[in-house]
């Protein structure tokens, strides 16, 4: 059976005339474990390199070959992409990253391809479909638990309720996992037509989905990709190649239904 081939839409490190390699270039990269991800449950992974002469018609000939979009994790989304202005300027965040990235969603929707949104991914989602973010988990939320550890990175974890009867909860047994959090920032307003399916211990929206025919979307604020080999170090802690899977199976079927 031929695999599903997966867009996945690219992280992206701007020019930099102090960067030791690549000087002044800007660089359009798929992070290793997401292609690896990818292809452990049977789809074929297609990154992205956007051409700025023509962005909407190499984003879409690109899209067009693709049975669904993956949408990376990364730098902040800019407050000015949900009408507000930062709080603090070290929270400015990628708006060049937010237009290309809501452009290869408004053309995945256009298209009927299912799309899965990590960490950011999830949130550029949101933002994209109409919602808002909280820009400093801390600031704004204050009392919850810490959701970013830059020393332990994805090492630090906490559990997540999901909902029942969401396509999150169908993917485990348990209605409570352990996940990986590197995150600051996340959900405040909800897009119109999505679904909460996840919240952390202290309330912060940890998934979202929209399962309609053809314009099917979740987002995930944890890091899968980075829960995927060797058995877990907790029975409850996630697997992360179960989404992966499913949702590769989802793009199959959806593919085969167009």
Not at 13 to 26: N, S, W
Not at 80 to 106: F, H, Q, V
Request: with cysteine; net charge negative; charged share 30%.
């Amino acid at each position: 059976m031929s695999r599903p081939v997966i867009a996945i839409g690219s992280c992206m490190l701007h020019a930099d005339p102090q960067r030791a390699l690549f000087k002044g270039k800007t660089l359009l990269f798929t992070e290793e474990k997401m292609a690896r991800s990818v292809w452990r449950a049977g789809g074929l992974p297609l990154g992205h390199f956007e051409i700025p002469e023509d962005p909407e018609g190499s984003d879409r000939a690109w899209l067009e070959r693709c049975d669904g979009l993956l949408l990376q994790g990364g730098a902040d989304c800019a407050p000015e992409s949900y009408g507000e202005t930062p709080m603090d300027p070290k929270w400015g965040g990628d708006a060049i990253r937010d237009a290309y990235e809501t452009r290869l969603i408004r053309i995945a929707e256009s298209l009927g391809l299912p799309i899965l949104g990590l960490c950011r991914g999830a949130q550029i989602l949101n933002v994209a479909c109409g919602g808002t973010l909280y820009q400093d988990i801390g600031t704004q939320l204050p009392g919850t638990r810490v959701h970013r550890d830059w020393d332990r990175y994805d090492e630090n974890e906490h559990s997540v309720e999901l909902e029942a009867d969401s396509w999150i909860r169908g993917i485990y047994e348990a209605p409570r996992v352990l996940v990986n959090s590197v995150h600051h920032q996340s959900i405040k307003d909800l897009a119109p037509g999505f679904r909460v399916t996840a919240r952390a211990d202290d309330g912060v929206i940890e998934a979202i989905e929209r399962c309609e025919a053809g314009r099917w979307a979740v987002g995930v604020q944890w890091h899968p990709e980075w829960l995927d080999e060797g058995p877990p170090q907790n029975e409850s802690r996630s697997r992360g190649d179960r989404i992966f899977e499913r949702w590769i199976e989802h793009c199959r079927s959806a593919k085969a239904r167009a």
